[in-house]
């Protein structure tokens, strides 16, 4: 195998606390990579750097672990900017907008979902995300949630089966036959093309029992759960997460002292979706409240054409950082670290010997700069399972 060696980075983001300045993102600075296929296999000290075939000077840049977006709806078509438009004017978000997405969807040919996937996989890509979880949630048959999750799984490994999205029109009236649907032949069709299931447990869509239901039974298949939980109002779906060991509970916008307390004592991740605060006008979540309970905190995307049409994990950090309490070292590990814990992954999320060669250069001398040049594009390059990403 060719190795290479990136030196005389200015300063290394290695979420490893033994590492460097001890701090959890253990920075070291003056820093050097080296690389062997698709692992990395050295970090520390520029000027101790082990003998490469190829070396790279990054000339006082940082480097970060690619980002880890635990969170996106990608399997979609159409477009929501009227919905858009109309919340800009006073109008709230009320998640009714799903099956104008579903209808578009349903219509849609698989070639022209995949290509939409691959082209908003390209953009994360672009912007530093090294790996991306998405679902389905759009298609809600049997069928259109099973053609979903096969042409996400084309994509990615991290694919989430959601057909516990919204009651869709055909079942408007019998919400239980489609609970019955979902827990049934749905998930027959569903789990063999995904690793997760996930419910969107908020009143309008699913309640406590009804998700306690759909992510047992998910269970029962192989798939581990995940929530939409606490997003529009106060509920359940929190203290459900910890209750079933969810790897994660996403959005925690209303949380009360309670769901606080489970998240800081559990092993459930709270992930943070600011993308969709942004553009539902909505209330920030309060992150500082969860760390200072001990909670595991992620930042994500939420990438949909509805609540949350980002893509962009550093434009997550920078509302963070001014919106939600968090520090730039704290938002750093949550995008990158804290969305490898929601995956409950430990090879991704860290710039260590052994773990994937996903990396992040920065136009940049530091991380924080990703907070306090909000905007600007500071991915200066970057690499994927040890591949230059041109
Ligand atoms: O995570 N809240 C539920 N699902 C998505 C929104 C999907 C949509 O509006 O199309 C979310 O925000
Ligand atoms: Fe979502």
Known sequence: MTTTAVTHIASLVTNDPSL???TPLGLIQDAAVVIDGDRIVWTGESSKAPATDNVLDAAGRAMIPGFVDSHSHLVFAGDRTQEFNARMSGQPYTAGGIRTTVAATREASDEQLSDNVAHYLAEALRQGTTTLETKSGYGLSVEDEARALRIASRHTDEVTYLGAHVVPPDYADDPAGYVDLVTGPMLDACAPHARWIDVFCERGAFDGDQARAILTAGRAKGL???IHANQLTYGPGVQLAVE????SADHCTHLTDADVDALGQGDTVATLLPGAEFSTR???PDARRLLDAGATVALSTDCNPGSSFTSSMPFCIALAVRDMGMTPD????????GGAAALRRTDIGRITPGARADLVLLDAPSH???AYRPGVPLVSAVWRG?????
């Open 368 to 370: 924080v700069h990703l």
């Open 386 to 390: 040890g591949a230059r990403v041109e």
């Open 330 to 337: 704290e938002a750093l590990w949550s995008a990158t670290a």
């Open 282 to 284: 909505a209330t920030w």
């Open 224 to 226: 581990h759960p995940r």
């Open 20 to 22: 460097g300045n001890g």
């Open 244 to 247: 079933l060991d969810a790897a």
